[in-house]
């Protein structure tokens, strides 16, 4: 089973830039979709991006358009989310998981997480 551990979350104020990361303990191409997702106190979780491990293709939900931008990087088995103009509403913690838009909230094996704080 995939296992998958998000890094690079931070304290930053608003505007400001910070690029998480995913490390997957296997080959993570061989799932149709990668994703980013997130969930803020008292919120349910919430899918933010996503990236088709074939064509490279990537899609984001409207608030996070032009601000973030998800990638891989096969190579080395990552998955990454470089997220620019942060704002307090961005504050959560960030997951992430080999699922798609229509699937992902059958996904139960969640890892840990990476923390986003940002200030106004």
């Known amino acids: 089973q995939l296992q998958l551990v998000e890094s690079g979350g931070d304290s930053v104020e608003a505007g400001g830039s910070l690029r998480l990361s995913c490390s997957a303990s296997d080959y993570f191409w061989k799932y149709v979709c990668m994703g980013w997702f997130r969930q803020a106190p008292g919120k349910e979780r919430e899918d933010v991006a996503y990236?088709?491990?074939?064509?490279?293709?990537?899609t984001y939900v409207d608030s996070v358009k032009g601000r973030f931008t998800i990638s891989q990087d096969k190579a080395n088995k990552m998955v990454y989310l470089q997220m620019n103009m942060l704002k307090p509403e961005d504050t959560a913690t960030y997951y992430c998981a080999p699922a798609c838009a229509n699937r992902w909230r059958e996904y139960g094996d969640w890892g840990q997480g990476t923390q986003v704080t940002v200030s106004s």
């Open positions: 990236i088709y491990t074939g064509s490279g293709k990537t």
